[in-house]
Nanobody
């Protein structure tokens, strides 16, 4: 059983920064998604198993950065800068545990097998 534990969410103001962390029980291709009330779960960022490839949604590109911990590749971070009210959502990390190579990244909800419990990010204006 793969476990994903997220941390780092909270209330912030416009322009602030937050760093989310996702501690996994293994090293996998990982993704961050977010879901606002009444909306679908949307792709935010993804990183390959080897950490060499990353991808971002257009709405966060240039503001968010996904990375792996240098000492423990099982932990993935989402550094969020210049936060906006429209970034308010529950953020989920996800892992794909089979069917990948070292450089693959995945952008679809359906491509991931395990999900964390979610962490709330609220950005006020």
């Amino acid at each position: 059983q793969v476990q994903l534990v997220e941390s780092g969410g909270g209330p912030v103001q416009t322009g602030d920064s937050l760093r989310l962390a996702c501690a996994a029980s293994g090293t996998y291709p990982m993704g961050w998604f977010r879901q606002a009330p009444g909306k679908e779960r949307d792709f935010v960022a993804a990183i390959s198993w080897n950490g060499r490839n990353t991808a971002y949604s257009d709405s966060v590109k240039g503001r968010f950065t996904i990375s792996r911990d240098n000492d423990n590749a099982r932990t993935v971070y989402l550094q969020m800068n210049s936060l906006k009210p429209e970034d308010t959502a529950v953020y989920y990390c996800a892992a794909r545990v089979v069917g990948y190579s070292g450089s693959n990244i995945f952008r679809l909800v359906s491509e991931y097998h395990y999900w964390g419990q979610g962490t709330q990010v609220t950005v006020s204006s």
